[in-house]
């Protein structure tokens, strides 16, 4: 009921308040909370069966990459943090190894949020942006370095990390199908430059329709098609950005979408 609500908030453009309180609801729906114990407080445990029920890890980097303030965000990313530890443990327990306690991550969880990862890892699921775990993983060894339990810490930090960089990339890597079109549209970025700079009309054909798979990603109704098209303009940016070498990035930003 909750997600359906949720694409219903999005389709109709609810307040954002209505959506936070969905996503607020939907994040309490993945854990269960126990009976009271002897020293007066209730344990909470993650259930990853849930997700699975949900669509899996993919549906939670969508809303991840729909939230709108930064609690959302701080939820949905814990979210996928505590999936990924419990990935973590499960290899262990193939592997004949200990697991990982709730004890054990706290630790790591209070610095990631200390580091701002929730912020950080949302610009990476949404946009595509690669390498934010890495950074993220570097800052967050140096201040493990003065712990007496730096060792064990830092071999989870690496875990941890790797299973996020990859839970992200996953999620936001176009389909191959995508790859040569993607190509095409870095060639030719305007109208002009297919109507006169190909003198080829297979290749100025194949051009036009490149750019209205697009067009057709950015305007569909399908969530997961439109990320698509974000991911793919992500790319036509950095590749703008990185080939200009005259002007500032805002004057490099303004020109791709004057061409567009």
């Not at 939670?60 to 939230?67: D, V």
């Not at 297919?194 to 054909?205: N, S």
Request: one cysteine or more; glycine letters at 4%.
């Amino acid at each position: 009921v909750v997600k359906t609500l949720l694409e219903i908030s999005v389709e109709h453009s609810w307040a954002k308040v209505v959506h936070s309180k969905l996503i607020c609801m939907l994040t309490n729906m993945l854990y269960q909370v126990s009976d009271l114990t002897q020293n007066g407080v209730r344990d909470t445990h993650f259930v990853p069966e849930r997700i699975d029920l949900l669509g899996g890890i993919d549906y939670i980097c969508l809303e991840y990459s729909r939230a709108n303030s930064r609690e959302e965000k701080r939820d949905l990313f814990f979210v996928i943090f505590d999936y990924v530890v419990h990935q973590i443990n499960e290899a262990c327990l193939a592997g004949g190894i200990s697991t990982y306690t709730y004890d054990d991550a706290q630790p790591l969880a209070s610095l990631l949020a200390f580091a701002d990862a929730p912020e950080a890892f949302y610009i990476s699921v949404k946009h595509g942006v690669e390498g934010v775990g890495d950074m993220l993983r570097k800052a967050i060894s140096a201040a493990l370095s003065q712990s007496a339990q730096y060792d064990q810490l830092n071999v989870l930090l690496d875990k941890v990390m790797r299973k996020l960089d990859g839970t992200a990339s996953t999620f936001s890597r176009i389909d191959n199908e995508f790859s040569y079109m993607i190509q095409v549209t870095k060639s030719c970025k305007c109208f002009s430059s297919i109507r006169d700079g190909c003198d080829d009309a297979d290749v100025a054909l194949r051009a036009r329709l490149c750019w209205a798979t697009l067009h057709s990603l950015l305007h569909s109704q399908i969530s997961s098609y439109r990320h698509h098209g974000y991911i793919w303009l992500v790319e036509l940016l950095l590749s703008e950005i990185s080939e200009e070498t005259d002007g500032s990035v805002w004057s490099k930003i303004q020109k791709l979408q004057e061409e567009m």
